[in-house]
């Protein structure tokens, strides 16, 4: 949801004020409509005008917009005011906005700005070699992974490495490369010299 807020300095009169705000209210119109089409800005847009209590200047502000919001090639709807002087517009976006137009979503997080755990990348690299194991007579591995994953998986005085190639009987030459995702990890047959990840996962 978008909101915008018009408003104005306070004139001495309450008559003045009334006009001030209905005439500084029809100048916001054109260039609030203006400017969803510049940005071409789509969902809810609401608009808080300055406070108008004659009914007549709320329907000429409303017709006002409604007559601005015409050029706008997007289907766009706007309802009258209401008695809080607050107007509510619906707009289908038709293009992609500027942060879409000029970037991509992060190859690691999909868009969603998170990405694995260490320890969950761990725990899939385990599975992996438990299902390896349990299919194959193989003792020679390669692991590549990225370098986070190869510091985590290395850490400590018994690492997390050196406890996975006991339990599981395995020995495992770690490669860490910039080239591989961090939620990633390829292993290798030394033996049959190619990738092997996609049997055992």
């Known amino acids: 949801m978008f909101v915008i ?52 200047f709320r329907k000429k502000v409303y017709i006002g917009m409604r007559k601005e919001l015409e050029r706008d090639r997007a289907k766009t709807i706007a309802y009258p005011l209401t008695q809080l002087n607050l107007m509510q517009i619906t707009r289908h976006r038709v293009n992609q906005n500027i942060s879409e137009k000029l970037s ?18 761990t725990t899939a690299v385990e599975r992996w070699l438990k299902n390896f194991r349990a299919n194959s007579k193989e003792f020679r591995l390669i692991l590549i992974v990225h370098p986070l994953i190869a510091s985590h998986l290395t850490d400590g005085t018994i690492s997390k490495l050196s406890r996975m190639m006991i339990k599981y009987f395995v020995k495992i030459k770690l490669q860490q490369s910039d080239h591989i995702r961090i939620d990633e990890f390829k292993f290798y047959s030394q033996k049959k010299e190619r990738d092997i990840t996609q049997e055992f996962l």
């Open 104 to 121: 991509e979503s992060c190859p690691m997080c999909q868009g969603t700005g998170r990405i694995m755990s260490k320890s969950v990348i």
């Open 5 to 56: 807020d018009v408003n104005s300095g306070k004139s001495i009169s309450e008559k003045e004020q009334e006009k001030n705000a209905y005439k500084t209210n029809l100048e916001a119109v054109k260039e609030i409509a203006r400017q969803i089409r510049l940005r071409d800005i789509g969902g809810i847009i609401l608009v808080d005008f300055i406070d108008m209590k004659n009914p007549v």
